[in-house]
């Protein structure tokens, strides 16, 4: 290489330095307060079409528990119907066939174990979970169809990765965080010392019309975990009433609360 080449490349190298510099501070830089209106423009817009799906929604992927209940599960895979307002069928399948199906209607969860032929029925989930309407917020999740108030966004605060958000309702404590494109990344809701959570991550598709690839569930305590993989969603013209249809077998061995506990505990510990 020639002195003068050199010379110039020298020269050349604090300015490429600090062009970079600026380009990824620029990256980092929160969106200023105007900026905030057109985020959460985008972030209301992503929401209801997401939301809209769950007229009637089919979605696909895998299932991965663990937690202190119950230590780390296999890997199933999990199919399930959603229909708003309030209803929720999950089915998960493993090499042996179907191990669980779980209904949610409204405030009541059923959940019948083929293969140990024993089942559970809480008509009053709410109440063990300290959620309002549990089915419907298990469906939002499954969408990232959260809507946060306009107190909410007038108060928020832009961070270099969108904007968190915080508000009551309903005697709940929520707070709401969202990427640059308005989808969420997480959601929180307390309501005395019960905290429920979910993550966002892996989207599928672009803009308004992206839906998340990744959702973890969490209790706020790590008792149980819940990661979701999605590999497809299809949102359906109308919802079938067998979608939601599970009754337990009268020869079911039926379990209270309690005891499902102490189940998951114990092998919970074994692991």
Known sequence: MSGARARRLSARTPLAVLAAGLALLAGCTPPPPAGLETLEQAARHGAERREHRLVALELHGVLRVDGRATGKLPAVSLSAHVASPD???????????LLADVALRGDSLTVW???????????????????????????RALVAGWQAPAEAWARAVADSAGAALEWAERGARWTLSVDRDGRPRAVSV????????VR??????????????????????????????????????????????????????????????????GRGGER
């Open 87 to 97: 209803r929720v069928r999950l089915q998960c399948r493993w090499l042996v066939g």
């Open 190 to 197: 307390s309501r005395g010392e019960r905290r429920m959570s």
């Open 113 to 139: 174990m083929p293969g140990e032929r024993m089942g559970l029925s809480i008509p009053q989930l709410s109440d063990t979970l300290g959620l309002e309407a549990p089915a419907g917020w298990f469906g």
């Open 200 to 265: 966002y991550g892996a989207w599928h598709g672009h803009g308004a019309g992206a839906w998340p690839g990744h959702i973890e569930l969490a209790d706020g305590d790590g008792w149980l975990r819940a990661r979701i993989e999605l590999e497809d969603m299809h949102a359906k013209r109308h919802a079938q009433p067998a979608w939601f249809a599970l009754e337990l077998p009268a020869n079911a061995r039926r379990l209270e609360l309690d005891e499902v506990k102490r189940i998951l505990s």
